[in-house]
């Protein structure tokens, strides 16, 4: 079957457990935070999909609204870099609901320190991983 595009979907996983999909969906947006926080650039890959597509909606010096746009590449090499590290509990903490999920697509929000983000994963052959991410500072910058 192809979709008006020309497109053949992909087909689907076999059905797992709503329970099962939340402690995949979590284990690869641990290894995403956590990456950035150790600064370990393999970590971060392990949980982004090549053709991650990420967004951050930002404020310049000026207070204009800009699109900070990052990729596979330039989140795993800001990671093993230590563009995130951090050592200190508080700057840490991350709270993740699992919002939805159908099939091998999923939604994630993440309140963390000092973002929230928006998350789609996929599931792939070797596990979920993210696809688009789009967040913001939760504090004033």
Not at 25 to 38: K, P, S
Not at 52 to 60: C, F, H, P, Q, S
């Amino acid at each position: 079957m192809t979709t008006e595009s020309g497109v053949v979907p992909a087909p689907s996983a076999p059905p797992v457990s709503a329970s099962s999909n939340d402690a995949a969906i979590r284990a690869t947006i641990d290894d995403y935070y956590l990456g950035w926080y150790d600064a370990d650039g393999e970590r971060m890959a392990r949980a982004l999909h090549p053709e991650l597509a990420k967004r951050g909606w930002l404020r310049d010096a000026a207070g204009e609204a800009v699109l900070d746009v990052d990729t596979f590449q330039t989140m795993v090499d800001a990671a093993a870099a230590g563009h995130g590290r951090r050592s200190d509990a508080a700057g840490r903490r991350f709270d993740v609901v699992v919002g939805e999920v159908y099939g091998d697509i999923a939604t994630a929000t993440v309140h963390a320190v000092p973002y929230i983000d928006y998350l789609h994963l996929v599931r792939t052959p070797d596990g979920w991983r993210i696809v688009n991410a789009l967040w913001c500072p939760t504090q004033a910058t």
